[in-house]
């Protein structure tokens, strides 16, 4: 994943691409080359429209702004029609969204790790997480984003009822929950360099299973050894 990402990052910047900031969301239109890229390496999600010369990608933010700050290889243009530069977009993209601090911290943290991030909220998690392309694998991680210093602003697994429930749902649909802290280490989020203050402590979550726990069990795999 991590050459055909490069071969994105290569291309991308050879083509001096812009993307349109629109709403929660970048629009980015592209080449056939690019197209495949962005496919391949699981970058938005494509649009149909009646252009024949060019593909049309939406681009959630993490995955903007990942390319845009990360990767140097796309500039963003606003309403106004002007670039924006790390700082503007930073802000807009904080005014749409309040905790995108952490939750870009995270996303960049897997994409780092190479690491395919998906939107999760078909599964009620931020994110989901696969080893390689969708196409090819389930996704083996549910992810959630917590933040203390945002007083755990989207309000889950505060109760223990709330760890039940989306264990018992990571469960039915085959994935691990993947908890990740982001610490703001009193770094703030003024701007996009204080993202290298975070850090970021991740667990998994996993239920326990009496049947898979037994002593009984135990015993007779102990004297199998």
Known sequence: MSKIVSQLQSTLIQSDCHGLLSGC?????VETEQTELLNRSCFGRPIITAEKDKQWFQLGMEEAFYLCYNLKCLKIVGEDE???????LWNYMKSK?????????????????????RPGSQ???????YRHHPALVHSEYAVLVLSEED??????L?????????????????????????GKNGA?????SCLERYSVEERTITRWRAEQSREGKTIVENGTT
């Open 158 to 182: 505060r109760v223990w009822s709330d760890f039940h429930c989306t264990l018992r749902l990571c469960g039915s649909v085959a994935k691990t929950l993947l908890v990740l802290h982001i």
């Open 82 to 88: 002007c670039t924006k530069n790390k700082e503007e």
């Open 25 to 29: 969301s970048v629009l980015l239109g």
């Open 188 to 192: 703030g989020d003024v701007s996009p």
């Open 123 to 129: 599964y009620g998690v931020d994110f989901v997480a």
């Open 97 to 117: 969204i309040e905790t995108f601090p952490t939750f870009f911290k995270a996303y960049s943290h897997l994409r780092t790790r190479n690491w395919v991030v």
């Open 151 to 156: 007083d755990n602003a989207n309000g889950r």
